[in-house]
């Protein structure tokens, strides 16, 4: 079991940025990966950001890439999103995800295993 707990969201203004975190208890940090993804009202949840399975290579979704950062603190067991520059369209539930299959795809929801309660940003034009 892997229990994820989000916190760091709120309301800011376009232009604004916010830091979100993940801490992690349960199985040991490194057998899984961690993922961020996010839902709109009306929307699939889509994924923003991820580690690669050796918590080395980081991947972004096209419409946060320059903005977004994802980063990690092991000694913490804690996953971040620094995002700067945000934008009325960021506006979302945010998760943060834990797969445990090294052959999953990082960028696929359903490939995930363990999800957050999530975290709302709301950002104001």
């Known amino acids: 079991q892997v229990q994820l707990v989000e916190s760091g969201g709120g309301l800011v203004q376009a232009g604004g940025s916010l830091r979100l975190s993940c801490a992690a208890s349960?199985?040991?940090?490194?057998?899984?990966?961690m993922g961020w993804f996010r839902q709109a009202p009306g929307k699939e949840r889509e994924f923003v950001a991820g580690f690669s399975w050796s918590g080395v290579i980081t991947y972004y979704t096209d419409s946060v890439k320059g903005r977004f950062t994802i980063s990690r603190n092991n000694a913490k067991n804690t996953v971040f999103l620094q995002m700067n520059s945000l934008k009325p369209e960021d506006t979302a539930v945010y998760y943060c995800a834990a797969r445990l299959n090294p052959a999953a795809n990082l960028r696929t929801s359903s490939q995930y295993d363990y999800w957050g309660q999530g975290t709302q940003v709301t950002v104001s034009s």
């Open positions: 349960g199985r040991t940090f490194s057998s899984y990966a």
